[in-house]
């Protein structure tokens, strides 16, 4: 691989390009991808060109040729930015922070699983037992983030239906002590509704494809997945998705975190109480709705550790108050549907952020005295959803582009007042770029 990448094809760096149009950008772009080269440099930028494949450029000898160099002594790589990110907050004391941002497909997901893969093999191979254990959190969070947070969309198998800023804390030696997830803006209507082509959370088809037949029989569930309504637009999809093999994954991680094995059971129990929810029909009786399938309701309450009638009654009533009264409205058949699907969405979301609170709580910081061991530092980094435009746009695509535009201005304006910072200090004439 080294004497491989000793070979530089084209303008390893954008800014030693005698002239800078988007032609001449892209064709030098397009020769280093075509060579195999799919990173390139813009200054402290790294342009990345998603392969579609795997490549062998990111094993133990990669991650050695990388480790405590300078950010232009080797060919542009993720591993050069998260190196100098890990120097920057180890020589000055200070916080750092990595953002991955692009197009729906861009590879971003797998860009801060590398980064976090190559900040933990980096650090110091300490006996102590914590910063092993620390280590090995940080890196079996992500599959089960992905089960319950990622989705197959037609430009990707393994979209980020949520936006992840995460947090790695360090001690004063540079050694990983913990962690911390923020997630926002989860696409909770991907629930019950998606694109043609697409599929819901990931989580649903592991359970159905890789559960066994006593965990599916106590959840009153089989395994077609054309069974269930809020799955069905994608339940004929062939994907390269091993979903099988996956829900081992994601269980054997989740016990390695922590979760109880009556903590996954009961993670199992909402799963199937949503894909059950989405089945559940109303019928109309003169003006009166009704929930058709009854042995559904039962199973849901079942499943959630509540009455039936209690069941019923969220499904088919709304509470009104009024002035001191508080009366009980009775649902439209419309309304109803609304309720049960609006139920759903927010059941899932809460799962969600209880999952990822469990994961807080392991890999938090815990016992740290900073007067005895001295400041801890942060390098965050930041994954959030692509650009993404379709024929019918929902609120969601409003919220992740505007989220993205906003990230694009700040970038450009951090690099804009930071370049014109330094042509002041030297002396050099330029054209003042204004900020918005």
Same mark, same amino acid.
């Given at each position: ?248 994954? /994601? @269980?054997?991680?989740?016990?390695? %975190?922590?979760?109880?094995?009556? =903590?996954?059971?009961?993670? $199992?129990?909402?799963? !199937? ?46 509470? /009104? @108050?009024?002035?001191?009264?508080? %009366?009980?409205?009775?649902?439209? =058949?419309?309304?109803?549907? $609304?309720?049960?699907? !609006? ?94």
């Amino acid at each position: 691989m080294a004497e491989q990448e000793s070979l530089e094809f084209g303008k390893a760096d954008f800014v030693l390009m005698d002239t800078v149009s988007m032609p001449e950008f892209m064709a030098n772009l397009r020769l280093r991808f075509e060579k195999g080269r799919i990173y390139t440099f813009i200054g402290e930028v790294v342009v990345s060109v998603n392969p579609y494949k795997s490549l062998n450029i990111y094993g133990r000898d990669t991650i050695e040729q990388y480790k405590g160099r300078e950010l232009y002594e080797r060919p542009p790589h993720l591993f050069a930015i998260a190196d100098a990110a890990y120097k920057a907050m180890k020589r000055r004391s200070k916080d750092t922070c990595i953002v991955i941002s692009g197009e729906s497909g861009a590879g971003k997901t797998e860009a801060s699983k590398y980064i976090m893969q190559y900040i933990a093999a980096i650090t110091n191979p300490s006996q102590r037992a914590e910063v092993e254990r620390v280590k090995n959190m940080l890196l079996k969070s992500n599959c089960v983030l992905e089960a319950f947070g990622n989705a197959k969309t037609n430009r990707n198998d393994n979209s980020s239906r949520f936006g992840k800023y995460m947090d790695i804390n360090f001690d004063f030696k540079g050694d990983p002590i913990g962690g911390h997830i923020n997630n926002y803006l989860l696409e909770k209507s991907r629930v019950i509704v998606q694109q043609p082509g697409e599929r819901s959370f990931h989580s649903f088809y592991q359970l159905l494809q890789g559960g066994s037949e006593q965990i599916l029989r106590s959840l009153h569930l089989q395994k077609s997945l054309s069974s269930y309504n809020y799955i069905h637009v994608g339940a004929q999809l062939k994907s390269s998705i091993n979903d099988a093999a996956e829900f081992k994954v /994601v @269980a054997d991680a989740m016990k390695v %975190i922590g979760f109880k094995p009556e =903590e996954i059971q009961t993670v $199992y129990k909402i799963l !199937a109480a949503i894909l059950h929810l989405g089945n559940l029909q109303f019928v109309v009786d003169g003006d009166t709705p009704l929930i058709e399938n009854g042995k559904v309701v039962s199973i849901i309450a079942e499943l959630l550790s509540t009455k039936t009638d209690m069941v019923e009654k969220a499904l088919l009533y709304r509470t /009104v @108050a009024t002035g001191r009264d508080i %009366i009980d409205k009775q649902h439209t =058949e419309q309304e109803a549907s $609304y309720g049960r699907d !609006a139920f759903a969405k927010a059941i899932y979301e809460r799962l969600f952020c209880w999952i990822v609170t469990r994961i807080n709580d392991v890999i938090e910081v815990k016992n740290y005295d900073t007067t005895i061991h001295g400041k801890n530092t942060v390098i965050g980094v930041l994954d959030i959803y692509g650009f993404e435009i379709f024929d019918n746009n929902s609120f969601e695509q409003f919220c992740i582009n505007y989220c993205n535009e906003k990230l694009q201005q700040l970038f450009i304006q951090l690099v804009l007042k930071q370049e014109q910072e330094e042509y002041q200090r030297e002396g050099i004439p330029w054209k003042h770029v204004g900020l918005l």
